[in-house]
């Protein structure tokens, strides 16, 4: 039997219907696992490399006032610094130091979420109680330094902002490159072009040692074999700064810290985070090398630290250059801030019991191989004989000041740590 055209066009129309439909939940389908997949769809805010896409609100006359009365100076020693990362632990205790001498001084930080930034704000509180203003803003923003200069004679630059951590740039190496070096110019780029160019005193580190074996380290011997990306770009950090001060005369001035620790200090140290998990009854992993070779660090307290950035700010000669353009050498120095008294991380971990009354859950572990070293030790003659640097807290000492801040800051270990 022939079908009429009718029947015939209605199936013609039924398959199409249904050839349609399947396309179009195809299309559909691939439209929402594109969404769910483009990272563009979800900016995620958390995300920490992409923390430099914040904006944030600075200008106008209040603003302008602010900025002025904390830099104002109040002593002879007519000294006004600029302190970046300001809200860090160093930073905050060199700021405080520094006002309380007189000095002006004014803090720059970008409250990043790098370790919980409640913390930050306690200590921007505690240096606001005391006169020291903290822009917020990134050392990236070169507008905002700019106009900070134009605000501002700084005649000193303490720079400590910078991303920290040996460990976490293996996560997020974008971070180091953002702050440690892209930062770095940044803030050397506005400084040169600054009239008159201020004094340059920034933080370097102890991992620029790397992997070498003779200790204690000196400011003399080769820094080219660092085992993290922080070391690394803290080690280009340093051979930046010999640009700057070749071709624009700023003088520079490289601090070598040696493991800081103390009251206020970055929740992501161990020293922290072991006195935190031991209080909780949690496991610390302790790292221990190959055949059980001790893992031993130069802790320096951070009152010793504080003495040195000082020091290292009142020696430092001023800046050549002016207007970009440099008219004579200037003064480039790094010097080693360490404690030299390398103590085993078990040892700190036995000081940490007794101190908290707490037998520690120890969980002892192979060194890791993303960035940790063996050993620190610092030869700090250069620095006692240039800057009369002498540590004087050992870490038994040190330890006792900065569990009673963390027992009272926490609360007896009620409110939690980050
Ligand atoms: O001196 C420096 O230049 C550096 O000091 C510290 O780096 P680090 O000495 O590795 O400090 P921690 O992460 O607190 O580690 C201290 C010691 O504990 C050990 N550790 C760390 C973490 C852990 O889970 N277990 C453990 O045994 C490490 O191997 C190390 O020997 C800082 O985190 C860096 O920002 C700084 O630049």
Known sequence: MEKSPFVHNRLRWHSSLAKLTFWSFIFLGLILIFFFRS????????????????????????????VRSSARVRSHN?????????????????????????DGVLGLDNFNDYYDPSLKRARQALLERSGVFIVEGDINDSALLRKLFEVVAFTHVLHLAAQAGVRYAMENPGSYVHSNIAGLVSLLEVCKSANPQPAIVWASSSSVYGLNTKVPFSEKDRTDQPA??????????????????HIYGLSLTGLRFFTVYGPWGRPDMAYFFFTRD?????????????????????????????????????????????????????QLRVYNLGNTSPVPVSDLVSILERLLKVNAKR????????????????????????????????????????????????????????
């Open 278 to 330: 031991i209080l909780k009854g949690k496991s610390i992993p302790i790292f221990e090398a190959a055949n059980h070779g001790t893992v031993a660090r130069d802790f320096t307290y951070i009152d010793d630290i504080v003495k040195g950035c000082l020091a290292a700010l009142d020696t430092a000669e001023k800046s050549t250059g002016s207007g970009g353009k440099k008219k004579g050498p200037a």
């Open 39 to 66: 990272p563009s769809s979800n900016p995620l805010p958390q995300d920490p490399s992409r923390r430099s896409l914040r904006t944030y609100n600075w200008g106008g006359p209040a603003w302008e006032k602010r």
């Open 363 to 418: 969980d002892i572990m192979k060194l890791p191989r993303n960035g940790d070293v063996q050993f620190t030790h610092a030869n700090i003659s250069l620095a006692q004989r240039e800057l009369g640097y002498k540590p004087s807290t050992d870490l038994q000492a040190g330890l006792k000041k900065f569990v009673r801040w963390y027992l009272s800051y926490y609360n007896g270990g009620k409110k939690a740590a980050g």
């Open 228 to 245: 993290s990306l922080y070391a690394a770009t803290k080690k280009a950090g340093e051979e930046i700064a010999h640009t700057y001060n």
């Open 78 to 102: 007519d000294i006004s610094v600029l302190v970046t990362g300001a809200a860090g632990f160093v930073g905050t205790h060199v700021s405080a130091a520094l006002k309380r001498r007189g």
